[in-house]
């Protein structure tokens, strides 16, 4: 094994190179506490994980957030594993488990996108028949996803359609719409605020017509 001069020895005596270690050592270490070591086996394996996580989510801002993940959870559950020579199978069981958990969820929330949007369009074509008011549809489109999104800007509209009526991923939605996907996240993040907000307020005014 390579030695590195050690800096805070000037007597010239000289220290291992972390990045030289095997794994089952660098998880001795960091079993005792060293987290240097652990931050050695996240920059040997970063790029690795970080590939699984794209592979599973299609998009980098995911991907990033499930590698961080992935890591947290590994660091965690260090003193579980039973054969520190398998650091790295071990680790990508994680990595692909987690990615697994996390696409489970973004099915759940797709799901629940459309049972909103489902309960939307019921209550508005109740109001509608009350007030004698002609419904509103969109050609080619189903009428509670259409009544849904309707009043949502347009630009936000597009993209959540994409995203959670289509199931299509960050780098799909780029290519269709010609936007990149920083763009992308800040459109999805704002449709769902104002998802949220709209949804407050129908619960609002359900609560204050409850009342009355």
Same mark, same amino acid.
């Given at each position: $094994?390579?030695?590195?001069? #050690?800096?805070?020895?000037?007597?010239?005596?000289?220290?291992?190179?972390?990045?030289?270690?095997?794994?089952?050592?660098?998880?001795?270490?960091? &079993?005792?506490?060293?987290?240097?070591?652990?931050?050695?086996?996240?920059?040997?394996?970063?790029?690795?994980?970080?590939?699984?996580?794209?592979?599973?989510?299609?998009?980098?801002? #995911?991907?990033?957030?499930?590698?961080?993940?992935?890591?947290?959870?590994?660091?965690?559950?260090?003193?579980?594993?039973?054969?520190?020579?398998?650091?790295?199978? %071990?680790?990508?069981?994680?990595?692909?488990?987690?990615?697994?958990? %996390?696409?489970?969820?973004?099915?759940?929330?797709?799901?629940?996108?459309?049972?909103?949007?489902?309960?939307?369009?019921?209550?508005?074509? $109740?109001?509608?028949?009350?007030?004698?008011?002609?419904?509103?549809?969109?050609?080619?489109?189903?009428?509670?996803?259409?009544?849904?999104?309707?009043?949502?800007?347009? #630009?936000?509209?597009?993209? &959540?359609?994409?995203?959670?009526?289509?199931? $299509?991923?960050?780098?799909?939605?780029?290519?269709?719409?010609?936007?990149?996907?920083?763009?992308?996240?800040?459109?999805?993040?704002? *449709?769902?605020?104002?998802?949220?907000?709209? %949804?407050?307020?129908? #619960?609002?005014?359900? *609560?204050?017509?409850?009342?009355?």
């Amino acid at each position: $094994m390579r030695k590195k001069p #050690d800096p805070d020895n000037p007597a010239g005596s000289e220290i291992a190179d972390p990045s030289e270690y095997a794994d089952s050592e660098l998880v001795k270490k960091s &079993l005792k506490g060293d987290l240097g070591s652990f931050e050695v086996l996240i920059e040997r394996y970063q790029q690795a994980v970080y590939n699984i996580a794209y592979y599973k989510s299609r998009n980098y801002f #995911d991907a990033e957030d499930l590698a961080q993940d992935i890591f947290l959870a590994a660091f965690k559950a260090l003193p579980t594993l039973k054969d520190i020579n398998k650091f790295r199978s %071990w680790l990508f069981g994680i990595a692909y488990n987690r990615c697994h958990k %996390w696409f489970q969820r973004e099915r759940t929330k797709i799901v629940k996108f459309k049972e909103i949007s489902r309960q939307l369009s019921q209550q508005q074509r $109740m109001e509608r028949l009350k007030s004698g008011q002609p419904g509103t549809r969109f050609a080619g489109e189903e009428p509670e996803i259409a009544e849904f999104l309707h009043k949502l800007p347009g #630009d936000v509209k597009n993209v &959540l359609k994409l995203k959670y009526l289509e199931g $299509m991923s960050y780098d799909e939605i780029s290519d269709k719409l010609d936007i990149k996907p920083h763009r992308i996240d800040y459109l999805i993040r704002k *449709g769902k605020k104002l998802i949220r907000e709209r %949804w407050s307020q129908r #619960d609002r005014r359900v *609560g204050d017509e409850g009342a009355s």
